[in-house]
């Protein structure tokens, strides 16, 4: 969810991206460590703040879906829902 809002909205702060997760501060700090760590987000400091940027290569982890960009499965996330 952490990595959904902030490819939504990269300009969100630590507690917009936790109050739409609907997690702690805390935990979205490490969440966001983790992805940056792990090659899912770049961040860029600008003045004050953080802009986050989703890489658009970044592959998913398991073996099955590995060859599967990350980008993908936002981008189906981010459609309306059809009835």
Not at 53 to 78: G, W
Request: charged share 25%.
């Amino acid at each position: 969810m952490v990595l959904f809002e902030v490819w939504q909205s990269p300009d969100l702060t630590v507690r917009e991206i936790s109050e739409r997760a609907r997690i702690t501060e805390r935990a979205t700090h490490r969440i966001l460590a983790t992805l940056v760590a792990n090659g899912y987000l770049q961040r860029n400091r600008i003045g004050r703040r953080n802009h986050y940027v989703v890489s658009p290569d970044a592959k998913f982890r398991h073996p099955a879906i590995a060859h599967l960009p990350i980008n993908d499965l936002l981008k189906i996330l981010a459609r309306p829902h059809q009835s």
